[in-house]
């Protein structure tokens, strides 16, 4: 349940046309498209450079060579998804690819062209037929983000609170006999240490995946299914959450924090291998380094335990020093960094937590079940994705689906009702809501996080069992019950140290999500695209 709040103060409270929860790709392409005349509230728990979109390498897939076709690339989302995409969703959205992407250009993305600057350099990454992802070197989501924080600095009317943790959803009945609404989001300001209710006719929740779950992630520690956790405790209705893509090739380094070894490399010829040189791909897949991303990962954790390796290796060392410098700049230079030198060394990876298929369900207007509320991005699901997502394929949707949040709210702001005719903006949820996970010490939330992380790796890692979930789900039932052993503070009473209530915060979202993830895993008995069940093997395409 929603935390219970006290009144806000007048100082506290903030009024505005629409407020975005996050701001990666998905939550920026919402603000830049709404109008100039309203004022647009971003809310960043952390820094704007925080986020999983800048850390993203590989590119935007769009159909945009004359080569390739529209049906090719459905059909290639299609395969991965293993039957569970929504088709409807899937051609909607990559016939927007290529407007996606000449919008991205106008904003000022400087993606890589040809040696002749006659167009866009295409690659080609695993599952796609065609080479067809745009791209920015191997840092496209950091140049994304980039000419887009450009375009939000000069726009006047987007407001940028930094440091500003989302609590929970603010909702009323604008009558008795009404259902409720999204009327805004109670915020905690980290660095004043107090509650801040943010009003608006209008709230996105764009706060990313739950890579956080897991001990080794490519996301951020953002990453803490904040938007998944807010809106299913206001009763929208989520899916797909037992689908968590782990990507291949994470750098296997000390301290590398869960650098990703872009696709890319393996598209343009990498081969994976064992210690001993030993090329394995093709006895897994007949499409070897180029299988999807689910397939690889098996074949790569399969790998590992078999011969008891902590990693294996990726080799690049033929393609060149000179292609690789013009290439990977950013990955070269990184894997340096850490003693690495790709154009003489392998590359050592492993499986890490990278993306989640499922979130909050939404149509293809980002609208929820819960009118005035929004998602998009990773925290959302469109029905794209399916039971595994296609490589470059989650940028696009950031940008198509942001597009259509921001069209959907300029479309029915006309005869919208004027905040001052709805009921008191500071009533308080209702009084049955929980207490607030406040403030019992940095250290124990720490130690919280990492139990639930193991949990989470040896239950719903790549390859699970009904035994391993019901641990799990067993160990995530006990943090619960060790959280509210603890001595929280209520926010009636006085607010918790500045230093603490994140960490409260984002445990309370993480063990929502883990719990809703276990549940999802144990109903769907069969293995099913990123869903693999050692204790049963055939794919089950029915959803559950």
Not at 103 to 124: A, C, I, M, N
Not at 170 to 196: E, F, K, Y
Not at 293 to 318: K, N, S, T, Y
């Amino acid at each position: 349940m929603p935390i219970a709040h006290a009144p806000a103060a007048a100082e506290d409270t903030l009024h505005c046309d629409a407020i975005i929860v996050g701001a990666g790709l998905a939550g920026l392409s919402v603000a830049l498209q709404l109008p100039a005349h309203w004022r647009v509230v971003l809310l960043l728990k952390d820094a704007r450079a925080e986020c999983a979109s800048s850390r993203a390498q590989g590119g935007i897939a769009a159909v945009v060579d004359a080569q390739d076709s529209l049906d090719s690339h459905i059909q290639d989302t299609l395969a991965a998804g293993a039957g569970l995409c929504d088709e409807h969703s899937v051609r909607h959205i990559l016939a927007n690819a290529p407007q996606a992407l000449a919008w991205l250009r106008q904003q000022g993305v400087p993606f890589t062209l040809l040696d002749d600057g006659s167009g866009l350099h295409l690659t080609r990454e695993g599952g796609h037929s065609h080479r067809r992802i745009a791209h920015a070197a191997d840092a496209t989501g950091k140049a994304i983000m980039d000419s887009l924080w450009q375009r939000i600095d000069r726009s006047g009317n987007i407001d940028v609170l930094e440091h500003h943790a989302a609590i929970d959803l603010h909702t009323v009945s604008p009558t008795l006999a009404d259902s409720r609404i999204c009327q805004g989001v109670w915020a905690q300001d980290l660095r004043r240490a107090c509650h801040r209710l943010l009003l608006a006719p209008r709230v996105v929740l764009a706060t990313g995946g739950m890579g956080q779950l897991y001990p080794r992630t490519t996301n951020p520690p953002s990453a803490t299914a904040d938007g998944v956790a807010m809106a299913w405790r206001a009763g929208c209705a989520v899916r797909d959450l037992e689908f968590v893509q782990f990507h291949p090739t994470g750098l296997y380094a000390p301290d590398a924090a869960g650098f990703l070894i872009s696709e890319a490399l393996r598209g343009e010829g990498g081969l994976l291998c064992l210690p001993d040189g030993t090329h394995f791909m093709p006895a897994h897949d007949a499409r070897a380094e180029l299988a999807p991303r689910d397939v690889v990962a098996r074949a790569i954790f399969h790998e590992m335990q078999r011969h008891g390796l902590p990693c294996v290796h990726l080799d690049m060392r033929h393609k060149g020093s000179e292609f690789l410098h013009r290439h990977f700049p950013n990955i070269l230079a990184e894997c340096l960094r850490h003693g690495i030198d790709i154009t003489r060394q392998t590359i050592p990876v492993a499986p890490v937590a990278h993306y989640a298929c499922g979130g909050i369900v939404t149509d293809l207007r980002a609208r929820t079940a819960l009118p005035g509320l929004y998602a998009v991005g990773e925290n959302a699901c469109t029905g794209l994705h399916g039971a595994n997502r296609l490589a470059s394929n989650s940028l696009l949707e950031c940008v198509v689906m942001g597009h259509a949040a921001a069209c959907d709210m300029i479309a029915l702001a006309t005869g919208k009702p004027a905040m001052a005719g709805w009921p008191d903006a500071t009533q308080p949820p209702p009084p049955h809501a929980a207490p607030p996970a406040h403030a019992a010490g940095a250290t124990s939330y720490a130690t919280l996080r990492r139990q639930l992380a193991e949990a989470m790796w040896q239950g719903a890692g790549i390859v699970r069992n009904a035994h391993d979930l019901r641990i799990a789900r067993q160990t995530v039932q006990a943090l619960r019950d060790q959280c509210a052993s603890l001595h929280f503070r209520d926010s009636l009473s006085g607010m918790p140290a500045v230093t603490s209530a994140p960490d409260a915060l984002a445990l309370r979202n993480l063990l929502d999500a883990a719990a809703l993830l276990l549940d999802a895993a144990l109903r769907r008995g069969q293995s099913c695209g990123l869903h693999t069940r050692s204790d049963n093997r055939s794919e089950d395409h029915e959803a559950a």
